[in-house]
């Protein structure tokens, strides 16, 4: 139930932040002037740890979604589903072991210095 879930939250999450991607990218055409104040919003602290987060779910969805292909297309994945919903989070882990740290260390390193 817990993949369930959690794929349909991200899912959502990742499409809310496309939208708003979308639009935000949009205002170059409108002006340059606005979208460069709408881009200077997001380069601080609260941003940089949303950008784990989205980065966390694109991870999650996209390694769930694969279990979901296998268990769709092979009869054993579907016997070992339970498996491979421990192996996508064991994977999910290592995603963002690797990230979030060299992200955050980043991110912040530029704060300190009244930039990012």
Do not use: C
Not at 49 to 61: D, S
Not at 68 to 80: F, G, K, L, M, Q
Request: proline share 3%.
């Amino acid at each position: 139930m817990w993949s369930w879930v959690l794929h349909r939250i991200t899912g959502v999450a990742i499409f809310f932040f496309l939208l708003v991607h979308v639009l935000d990218t949009a205002l170059i055409r409108l002006s340059p002037e606005a979208y460069d104040a709408v881009i200077g919003t997001y380069k601080n602290p609260i941003m940089a740890l949303g950008e784990v987060v989205l980065v966390a779910a694109i991870a999650y969805h996209a390694y769930n979604g694969l279990r979901i292909i296998a268990v769709d297309i092979w009869p054993w994945a579907t016997r070992h589903q339970r498996q491979l919903w421990w192996g996508v989070l064991g994977v999910w882990a290592v995603t963002m072991a690797g990230f979030a740290p060299r992200h955050l260390i980043l991110a912040f390193a530029g704060f300190g210095e009244g930039g990012h």
